[in-house]
């Protein structure tokens, strides 16, 4: 885990963070002294609801405060608990308490003590106060738990939103404990994590140290303050989300079966520790759901994102809420889940109506087999069209590592690859115009990036060119013409023209020799010359602009370069004959 941060001092970065809370959220207060960001008077008195634990588990505890939601909560410095005193601050004077207050705190042993002995010093001044404990980690089992029993982790905003919700709409403090409880209960979470998280302002964890992990390792189990789990492992994510589940679900596991999970009505969240990417959590959540499902399980809601985090934690945490009745003649646990609020961070957009509606239907393509392109009228030898254009296409694939290495060096590596997966899916049928037409789906869909979004718009305009221009013989002349007309057509999208370093710098001096001589070897040659001008070439278009360095120095332009290669290949030459210079 990278030991850089831009806030290097944990004190700074603790208050600086719970003062963006009141800059984020207007109806939120700050006492700094305290570190208690608490809601602003003025609302409708209810049961107030605190929490709260050491720093770095953003957004918990702070960004939850709000309507509907926390009325309180008290941050520690990073993953230790506040002072007792902080606690009682905010409870006595930061919150409503005529009507009691509710204090929900993680099971971990600095938290409760520091959180019970505020509690008591409350009740002892006579205002009445009730405590939950939430524990829902099963990632350490009952044995080695022994009498401290399960950590909490992120199955406890569930807890919060739920108790928050009924405490909103007026519940007395009796059914708001009740409840909160109640869910506490039927909750059941683990963690997973590729890293141990560093602090900022300690040592950078030496990698080679006793307890690290290694890099193809993940921890089962990790707790969020960097705490051992069940094991260690080296898998896959498949295999992974199989064990996780497997301890949260599996009945026979008597170490760690904590809850009977009820597969009528489940609530899951898959929880980001802070360092995964939303794009890579959004294939952790559909692996969890699709196992899931495995188990007879179909959530009814489900919620996934960053809610608890440790840190920038590299790693992620499954919950699953067992939805029982709350028998206090009110709303559901999914009524008070899906209950609005105003708190940052909170995020669960998705509408009980939406939900409920169940809606699976899709739209179908509007395009269908039967309006396929129609014949173009255009003659030409069909098998020569054919042999030339595999040829062009096998030299475009040969030379897919250097284009690969070219784009390694001034760009992000991926431009080789795209030219030859577009290559490989091209299949030839000899009649001009259905040829090209039928490279342009293989082009959008194949290649991605700029070079595939150029050469996509370059081969559409060149279907409608040699449909415009038949019928008649698919002349040198005619293809010049028809070359040209697309090249206007590229320009009107983007301004690189020859000199700029792109595959425009192949692209033109072929249509224009072509057009010239009327002879494709020629034009391929003079392509091939102006692709390797482009070697010290400074880029004024596309990414290598932005990488910058002394790169373009060494290499050619990778789409210029491929693209010439295609040429040569069409042509039936060979690039050494024409004294390419690497």
Known sequence: MSAKHFINDPTVLVDTALQSLSITNPSVALDATNKIVYRRPGHASQVSIISGGGSGHE??????????????????????????????????????????????????T???????????????????VEMVVVGDD???????GGKVGRRGIAGTVLVHKIAGALAAQGASLEQVYRVAKLTADNLVSVGASLEHVHVPGRAPLDPKAEGSLGADEVEVGMGIHNEAGSGRAKVELPELVK???????????????????????????????????????????????????????????ILSGTYMTSLNGLGFSISLLNVVN???????MIQLLDYP??????????????????NTNTREDGTTSDQSIKPSGLKADASAFTEKLTSGLEALISVEPEVTRFDTVVGDGDCGIGLKRGAEETQATGDLVVDVANIVPVIENSMDGTSGALFAIFLNALVHSLRDLSPGEATPQLWSKALKQSCEALARYTPARPGDRTIVDALYPFVDTLGETGNIKEAAIAS?????????????LGRAVYVGGSGFETVPDPGAFGLASFFLGLAGTEPDEEGWEM
């Not at 759901?289 to 809601?301: A, D, H, S, Y």
């Open 110 to 128: 600095g938290d409760i003590l520091n959180f019970g002995m505020a509690v008591e010093k409350a009740k002892a001044a006579g205002l009445k």
């Open 59 to 108: 957004p918990s505890f702070g960004a939850f405060v709000g309507s509907g939601l926390l009325s309180a909560a008290v941050a520690g410095t990073i993953f230790a608990s506040p002072s007792a005193e902080q606690v009682r601050k905010a409870i006595t004077s930061r919150v409503d308490t005529d009507k009691g207050v509710l204090v929900t705190v993680m099971n971990y």
């Open 528 to 540: 091939n010359k102006a692709a390797g001008k482009t070697k010290g070439m400074r880029a004024s």
């Open 326 to 332: 709350t028998d206090i003649g009110g709303p559901s």
């Open 243 to 301: 064990t996780m589940l497997s301890q949260l679900l599996d009945k026979n596991d008597k170490d760690r079966a904590f809850l009977n999970v009820n597969s009528n009505e489940v609530v899951l969240l898959v929880n980001n520790l802070g360092g995964v990417s939303v794009l890579e959590l959004g294939g952790i959540t559909t692996e969890v759901v699709k196992q899931l499902g495995e188990w007879g399980i179909r959530p009814v809601r």
């Open 341 to 358: 609020c105003e708190a940052t961070g909170w995020s669960a957009p998705i509408a009980k109506e939406t939900w409920e509606a169940k």
């Open 138 to 144: 099963v990632g350490v089992g009952r044995e080695k």
